[in-house]
């Protein structure tokens, strides 16, 4: 092979690109195309074998044995949405590229390993709808979920057509969940869906997030509109050789986005499930940062994510005594610290939602 086959091929270069692999991949890839692997996404991931979109098309392969070894835990392995570096001679994914973020549910069980649903999330659209289910707490745990996984949150008030005047009732959501953007829509009239199908910009990956019955299916069937026939089926064959048949999972939307659309992401009580202490305190974090204020102890403070999350039945009050203690430590420890180490700390703390506003403000 000359120097030249052994680089991302220029005529393969858009394709990616829409694909999402951005210029930051391809230099992290360079080492691995020195080594003659392609780039590819994962569109559906079963024990051991994975259906793959790559530059020239759809084909399936199976995970090196020695990435499986090196593997400290399940979220190491390749899941939908991951970019991998694989052999397109051999069938075989070889790496797993650096997440930009994932939407991890903490697993119910011993190990209390998080359990990583999808990788490279850039947009989480949280479903919720104008009858039962709207319900504002949850929608902050729907949010802290977002963030923890690096995806910017959209909200979608879906079912319009069941309220007389849901531009009321939006402006009372849109107070508690600036500054992410909040769109009304409506499968059945329809109303919304161009703006929702807006929400994702072409190259970037969306997932939907809410409990059953809010509408999510309706909303994929919206969204991907004529393209829905055109979903493939994935031939995946599996370590014993024999061939199953799956539907892809990261699918394309003709506005050049790309949705997840897992089975995993459908579970109602996405996150309330944390076994492990250390996915608890991840939450609780999570939630923390949905705190009206940045300091808030969670002992009584207005607008606190954490104890209307405890209200809610939804963590262990327990856990999050232990959190508080934690805290406690943190803060002790960080009294002892110069005014430059807590100026930077705060900064870290801000970030986040200046991130949040400025990727706003670029999209109008
Ligand atoms: P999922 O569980 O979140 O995937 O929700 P589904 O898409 O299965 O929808 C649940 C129910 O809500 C179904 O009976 C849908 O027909 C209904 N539904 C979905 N979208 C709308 C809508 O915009 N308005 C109304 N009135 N019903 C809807
Ligand atoms: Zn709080």
Redo the contacts with the bound molecule.
Sequence with gaps: MTQLDLQIQDQHRPRLRALGFTPAREQEFAAYSAAGREPARVAVAHRGSLGLITASGETSAVIAGRLHHDADSASDLPVVGDWVAFDAHGGVVHAVLARTGAITRAAAGESGDPQVLAANVDVALV?T???HDLNVRRLERFLALAHAGGAMPVVVV?????VDDPAAALDAIRSVVSPAPVLA???????GIDELAASVPAGETAV?L????????????ALIGEARQAVSEIRLDDSRGRHTTTRRELVALPGGGWLIDTPGL?VPRLWAEADGVEATFVIIDALASQCRFNDCAHDGEPGCAVEAAIDAGEIDPARVEAYRKLLAERRSMAEREDARGRAARKARGRAGVQALRRYYASRD
């Design positions: 479903v709808s104008f009858n879906n079912k319009a057509d069941l829509t409506s499968t059945v009239l329809p109303l939907l809410g409990t059953s019955g809010v509408g999510k299916s309706s909303l994929t069937n459908r």
